[in-house]
T-cell receptor
Framework: RKEVEQDPGPFNVPEGATVAFNCTYS??????FFWYRQDCRKEPKLLMS???SGNEDGRFTAQLNRASQDISLLIRDSKLSDSATYLC??????????FGDGTTLTVKP | DAGVIQSPRHEVTEMGQEVTLRCKPI?????LFWYRQTMMRGLELLIY????????DSGMPEDRFSAKMPNASFSTLKIQPSEPRDSAVYFC?????????????FGPGTRLTVL
């Protein structure tokens, strides 16, 4: 079993739709959690950190459930520019991150 | 602010040749990471350094790969001899211990093709 698992998709949604991604992690001692975004042929960039209390940044909401060891990302009112691969990242111990394989989102007009 | 700088951006070489990838982390960051990304295996952590010291190199595929960080502003990843299966995008990332810890900032990557 992979340390971090994501549904690879692809998710194809129309503009304005709401879409949700999930990610599960296997190490219950994991400390920090993130969502990164990667555009085609570009480097990954931090989208947002994820906290147990849930956090929101504009149209994006991230949630951590430590009991079930899963992490979610919700995108509301999707835009064409949201098309990208979304990577779930888990920090196992100080400095060592494990990336999921990513979920591909395509937003269509 | 200058981000993480990597060179070269593209490298095409023949099997058996030595390849050296270079990285300059963001000034003031004290953790540096080398990743490899392929379609088949996704993004894999190869090695990371804290304060120029290698902490975990368990992701380095084999002895043909080596990494150094002689000072806080420079790191190299060397492959000798290179093989076609080493073809991938190699990313360097850095992070800080203060401010916003654990957030990794990636360089643009080096796209390596081994013929």
């Amino acid at each position: 079993r992979k340390e971090v698992e994501q549904d690879p998709g692809p998710f194809n949604v129309p503009e304005g739709a709401t879409v949700a991604f999930n990610c599960t992690y296997s190490n219950s001692a994991s400390q920090s959690f993130f969502w990164y975004r990667q555009d085609c042929r570009k480097e990954p960039k931090l989208l947002m950190s994820v906290y147990s209390s849930g956090n929101e940044d504009g149209r994006f909401t991230a949630q951590l459930n430590r009991a079930s060891q899963d992490i979610s990302l919700l995108i509301r009112d999707s835009k064409l520019s949201d098309s990208a691969t979304y990577l779930c990242v888990v920090l196992q111990e100080a400095g060592k991150s494990t990336f999921g394989d990513g979920t591909t989102l395509t937003v269509k007009p | 602010d200058a981000g993480v700088i990597q060179s070269p951006r593209h490298e095409v070489t023949e099997m058996g040749q030595e390849v050296t990838l270079r990285c300059k982390p963001i000034s003031g960051h004290n953790s540096l990471f080398w990743y490899r990304q392929t379609m088949m295996r996704g993004l894999e952590l190869l090695i990371y350094f804290n304060n120029n010291v290698p902490i975990d190199d368990s992701g380095m595929p084999e002895d043909r790969f080596s990494a150094k960080m002689p000072n806080a502003s420079f790191s190299t990843l060397k492959i000798q001899p290179s093989e076609p299966r080493d073809s991938a995008v190699y990313f360097c990332a850095s992070s800080a211990r203060s401010g916003r810890p654990d957030t990794q900032y990636f360089g643009p990557g080096t796209r390596l093709t081994v013929l």
